[in-house]
Nanobody, 127 residues
């Protein structure tokens, strides 16, 4: 399984950006895809995750109501729509996946549970 993240860039505070994560390979076995981010000097943190089918979704409190994770099954692509961006959202964003059906919000929020990772894409929010 390979993941390819894209869509990062420079945006002003209050603006929006959509990240994409193209999933290829044995995608039929992928049930959970998530986004994580890492700001300079900080540990990687969970952003959002979604499970298919039975579309369970959860978000970090810091992005709830502003970010939306979604999937285009026909394209095997997962999106992260980010609205009302602020300087604290500046980070390298990475998508990740795992192939188990087991899902709880706590389990999906732990990066150690994800064996498949894409490269990161930089998001910079200017204030």
């Amino acid at each position: 399984v390979q993941l390819q993240a894209s869509g990062g860039g420079l945006v002003q505070a209050g603006g929006s950006l959509t990240l994409s994560c193209a999933v290829s390979g044995r995608t039929a076995n992928i049930y959970i895809v998530a986004w994580f981010r890492q700001a300079p000097g900080k540990e990687r943190e969970f952003v959002a995750a979604q499970r298919w089918p039975a579309r369970y979704t959860n978000y970090a409190d810091s992005v709830k109501g502003r970010f939306t994770i979604s999937k285009d099954s026909a394209k095997d692509t997962v999106y992260l729509q980010m609205n009302s961006l602020n300087a604290e959202d500046t980070a390298v964003y990475s998508c990740a996946a795992y192939s188990q059906q087991y899902y709880t919000s706590e389990y999906a929020a732990s990066d150690t549970n994800y064996p498949y990772w894409g490269q990161g894409t930089q998001v910079t929010v200017s204030s």
